[in-house]
């Protein structure tokens, strides 16, 4: 794949706390501003992690443990973080490098945005309806992505070499799972398995199905069970996992509804984007999936879906822009 040419005149840090998808969004910024960033794992004491304004106060302790050297500086031009949990790692790094690290922070951090130079939150998020009172504030359509479907389209021979010949129509399926709202049921895993078995039956297509860190065993056992014909592929884990390079070969994408990141990465293909539930969604990823429907990006699944040509998810460009605008470069 293509590499970003780095802006090499610029030093930039990512403080993370090791959350796949919080430090995936994190990358994506970077590379969208065409850094190179140093990762840095980061442990946010307790109370701070609660109360993230406390790290305004003079002296004020910011991680678990010795302090590492990291604290003391030298500074970098860029600081981004994501989630609320490292929102008061990102205020408190803000302070002692006296603002010479401008702080780009991801998500709601459950403040107002005055505290960060920039910040990033989702449409479907509360804080977005503030986007007018606030000039430091970027509202995106859904999670941020560093995919870009041209270098993913690279990997289809690869894929092929793979997973074999394509003979029709191929349907990729991404499976979520358990989270904070819900946990999957058995009954729901056979159910969305039957579903997506009578659909690919009436298409003549073939399914590959990419279960994610949050599907459990007992729900990768049921689904794999379920999926009847031999000519459908589910990845169990035994080799390397195609996701994103699986996404070359697909001409239409399942996504289950508990996650956010896995549809608003799917669509940047202009593939047909179908969305699964488990369940009915309600609060913030009911919203999330109103404004994807409305939008244009993606569709409830069901088996009489009529098909039309999608929208094309690619705000990271303009939101680069916006960035910049932002601080005035």
């Known amino acids: 794949m293509k590499k970003v040419p780095y802006n090499k005149s610029k030093e930039c840090w990512i403080i993370t706390d090791g959350t796949i998808g919080m430090f995936n969004q994190c990358v994506a910024v970077t590379e969208s501003l065409k850094l190179e960033p140093t990762i840095l794992k980061v442990h946010p004491t307790p ?8 790290a ?56 107002t945005p005055e505290n960060f130079d920039v910040l990033i939150v989702p449409s479907h998020d509360k804080v977005a309806q503030l986007e007018n ?3 430091n504030l970027i509202v995106s359509t859904g999670s941020l992505t560093s995919l870009v479907k041209e270098r993913i389209m690279s990997s289809t021979s690869k894929m092929i070499n793979r997973f074999g010949p394509i003979n029709g129509k191929q349907i990729l399926v991404l499976l979520g799972g358990n989270n904070r709202r819900y946990r999957v049921t058995n009954k729901a895993v056979e159910k969305m398995a039957e579903n997506l078995n009578r659909y690919a039956t009436k298409k003549n297509a073939r399914l590959i199905i990419i279960p994610s860190r949050r599907t459990p065993s007992k729900a990768k056992f049921l689904f794999e069970r379920k999926i009847e014909s031999q000519r459908h592929i589910f990845w169990d884990g035994k080799m390397s996992n195609p996701y994103p390079e699986i996404f070359s070969i697909a001409d239409e994408i399942i996504v289950t509804s508990d996650s956010v990141n896995m549809a608003t990465e799917a669509c940047i293909f202009g593939l047909p984007v179908l969305i699964a539930y488990w369940q009915e969604e309600r609060g913030r990823i009911a919203k999330f999936h109103n404004i994807m429907n409305d939008g244009g990006f993606t569709y409830p699944f069901s088996e009489n879906t009529e098909l039309i040509q999608p929208q094309i998810l690619n705000q990271m460009p303009n939101i680069a822009k916006k960035i910049h605008a932002i601080l005035n470069e």
């Open 133 to 135: 009172n606030y000039p």
């Open 47 to 54: 109370i701070l992690r609660l109360f993230p304004r406390l």
């Open 56 to 111: 305004k106060i003079p002296t004020w302790r910011l991680t678990i443990g010795r302090t590492p050297d990291w604290i003391k500086g030298p500074y970098p031009d860029y600081i981004v973080s994501c989630g609320r949990k490292m929102s008061g790692i990102s205020i408190g790094l803000r302070r002692i490098s006296k603002g010479k690290s401008k702080t780009i922070h991801i998500q709601d951090p459950g403040i």
